[in-house]
């Protein structure tokens, strides 16, 4: 198949379990996702989830949905860039640059949408509360089954909002298959016989639940298939997707640790400078005396330069990167590789071990593995593996219907219903989930 015939597959706009959309100029299947995804209940809890300093004080800082919303901005940008010479070089037809800009911005503006609360502490408090629960043990659930909580993530509970939480009498969101395997940066289950190689394989990017409707997505999409039927080589535009995520948290969250004095305006500076390839002392610079302003200039101008070396890298290496024989990251090929491990560096060293973010996300771990306690306990007796307390059907009225099977009732698959209490904690903001918690173990009690 020529590179124009795989690149026409790829940008499907084949929608999961609705068909082909239909096509409309004024607001293309691809716009229409970014809009279906904005609307959604799931993304606008991103306000109070975790991207670095968990339940901030200051309105400055960023939350996983100003993340995501600059993400999306750069991804945009940076997909038409590319597609602008993908589309010349192939002459693809009835395609535009924006077309790829709108795919990788919805993708991005989702791409952290299955995060739970307490951000990458929460998916470890998650994983640890199962492996201890002995409840994987005493149902004898598969092995691919068992992986999916012991080794649970954030990427596979986002592509299962998308396609089956949200709006799930639809099911879900119904997005084109373009979109969604642009958003799904680990094409495979938590769980193979056999061990991956390359950035695609380091994580798992849907759950056994899942397993078919990923499946279409890849088969839709034309990924190239790694293990028959269950794990494939990224779709192209995730690596943008990629470049778009660490361009931003990388470089905004050193703006963000600036500001709340976890690292001198002038370190700051410095990074940023060597990123953008400008000199602290001249340019426009000279003229900003503000140290706030000097560093958003300097955020701006550094996160262009990663996307246009990120671009050219990609260009670069297109034959490889859509026939899967690229499996790396985009930055890491960069010539700016260097200055982004230093800011990487100096993030792990101050930013990300900060004491008052320590201490929430430690907090973190009582919340949630508390929370998973008491409800699938209560569940675990509403499915009738024991007698109920009065407490625990007390909390099968407290647990959303949404997250029980038809008839309000627990779901007799033990998996399934395990993954369900799963859903109803990720899906929590940082605030309700200690909020609940406290209430729970009666902390704190509802006021008049």
Same mark, same amino acid.
């Given at each position: 198949?020529?590179?124009?015939?795989?690149?026409?597959?790829?940008?499907?706009?084949? *929608?999961?379990?609705?068909?082909?959309?239909?096509?409309?100029?004024?607001?293309?299947?691809?716009?229409?996702?970014?809009?279906?995804?904005?609307?959604?209940?799931?993304?606008?809890?991103?306000?109070?989830?975790?991207? #670095?300093?968990?339940?901030?004080?200051?309105?400055?800082?960023?939350?996983?949905?100003?993340?995501?919303?600059?993400?999306?901005?750069?991804?945009?940008?940076?997909?038409?860039?590319?597609?602008?010479?993908?589309?010349?070089?192939?002459?693809?037809?009835?395609?535009?640059?924006?077309?790829?800009?709108?795919?990788?911005?919805?993708?991005?503006?989702?791409?952290?949408?299955?995060?739970?609360?307490?951000?990458?502490?929460?998916?470890?408090?998650?994983?640890?509360?199962?492996?201890?629960?002995?409840?994987?043990?005493?149902?004898?659930?598969?092995?691919?089954?068992?992986?999916?909580?012991?080794?649970?993530?954030?990427?596979?509970?986002?592509?299962?909002?998308?396609?089956?939480?949200?709006?799930?009498?639809?099911?879900?969101?119904?997005?084109?298959?373009?979109?969604?395997?642009?958003?799904?940066?680990?094409?495979?289950?938590?769980?193979?016989?056999?061990?991956l190689d390359g950035k695609s394989g380091g994580k798992f990017g849907y759950f056994q639940h899942d397993a078919e409707s990923f499946?279409?997505?890849?088969?839709?999409?034309?990924?190239?298939?790694?293990?028959?039927?269950?794990?494939? *080589?990224?779709?192209?535009?995730?690596?943008?997707?990629?470049?778009?995520?660490?361009?931003?948290?990388?470089? #905004?969250?050193?703006?963000?640790?600036?500001?709340?004095?976890?690292?001198?305006?002038?370190?700051?500076?410095?990074?940023?400078?060597?990123?953008?390839?400008?000199?602290?002392?001249?340019?426009?610079?000279?003229?900003?005396?503000?140290?706030?302003?000097?560093?958003?200039?300097?955020?701006?101008?550094?996160?262009?330069?990663?996307?246009?070396?990120?671009?050219?890298?990609?260009?670069?290496?297109?034959?490889?990167?859509?026939?899967?024989?690229?499996?790396?990251?985009?930055?890491?090929?960069?010539?700016?590789?260097?200055?982004?491990?230093?800011?990487?560096?100096?993030?792990?060293?101050?930013?990300?071990?900060?004491?008052?973010?320590?201490?929430?996300?430690?907090?973190?771990?009582?919340?949630?593995?508390?929370?998973?306690?008491?409800?699938?306990?209560?569940?675990?007796?509403?499915?009738?593996?024991?007698?109920?307390?009065?407490?625990?059907?007390?909390?099968?009225?407290?647990?959303?219907?949404?997250?029980?099977?038809?008839?309000?009732?627990?779901?007799?698959?033990?998996?399934?219903?395990?993954?369900?209490?799963?859903?109803?904690?990720?899906?929590?903001?940082?605030?309700?989930?200690?909020?609940?918690?406290?209430?729970?173990?009666?902390?704190?009690?509802?006021?008049?």
């Amino acid at each position: 198949m020529s590179l124009a015939a795989t690149w026409s597959k790829l940008l499907s706009a084949e *929608r999961l379990g609705a068909g082909a959309a239909p096509f409309a100029p004024e607001r293309t299947a691809f716009q229409q996702d970014y809009d279906r995804i904005v609307f959604t209940s799931a993304f606008r809890r991103l306000k109070d989830k975790t991207q #670095v300093f968990p339940l901030s004080k200051s309105d400055y800082v960023r939350t996983r949905l100003t993340h995501s919303l600059e993400a999306s901005c750069v991804g945009r940008s940076l997909g038409a860039l590319v597609g602008r010479e993908i589309i010349a070089r192939h002459r693809l037809e009835q395609v535009e640059s924006a077309d790829f800009g709108a795919i990788v911005g919805a993708a991005c503006l989702a791409h952290d949408i299955g995060n739970p609360p307490f951000g990458h502490a929460g998916e470890d408090a998650i994983r640890e509360w199962f492996k201890a629960s002995g409840l994987l043990e005493q149902h004898a659930l598969s092995a691919a089954e068992r992986a999916d909580f012991e080794r649970y993530e954030g990427n596979a509970q986002g592509f299962r909002i998308l396609t089956r939480l949200q709006s799930p009498a639809n099911p879900g969101l119904q997005l084109t298959a373009a979109v969604l395997a642009t958003f799904t940066k680990y094409p495979r289950p938590s769980h193979l016989d056999i061990e991956l190689d390359g950035k695609s394989g380091g994580k798992f990017g849907y759950f056994q639940h899942d397993a078919e409707s990923f499946r279409r997505v890849a088969v839709t999409t034309g990924l190239v298939e790694r293990v028959p039927g269950q794990a494939w *080589r990224r779709h192209p535009l995730a690596l943008l997707v990629e470049v778009a995520d660490d361009a931003c948290y990388l470089i #905004v969250d050193l703006e963000d640790a600036a500001r709340l004095g976890f690292v001198p305006y002038r370190d700051a500076e410095q990074l940023l400078a060597e990123i953008a390839g400008i000199s602290v002392s001249a340019g426009r610079l000279e003229r900003l005396f503000d140290a706030k302003d000097r560093l958003e200039y300097l955020r701006a101008k550094a996160i262009g330069q990663l996307l246009e070396s990120a671009a050219a890298v990609f260009l670069e290496n297109e034959a490889a990167i859509v026939e899967g024989r690229f499996d790396d990251e985009l930055l890491g090929q960069s010539p700016l590789a260097v200055p982004l491990q230093a800011v990487l560096k100096l993030a792990k060293e101050t930013i990300y071990t900060a004491r008052p973010a320590l201490e929430i996300e430690t907090a973190g771990f009582e919340v949630l593995g508390g929370l998973l306690s008491l409800f699938t306990a209560a569940v675990e007796a509403g499915a009738g593996c024991r007698r109920k307390t009065t407490r625990e059907r007390m909390l099968l009225e407290l647990l959303p219907r949404q997250f029980l099977a038809h008839g309000g009732q627990p779901d007799t698959d033990p998996y399934v219903r395990l993954l369900q209490v799963a859903d109803f904690v990720a899906g929590m903001t940082d605030s309700y989930a200690v909020d609940l918690y406290r209430k729970l173990k009666g902390i704190d009690l509802p006021g008049e």
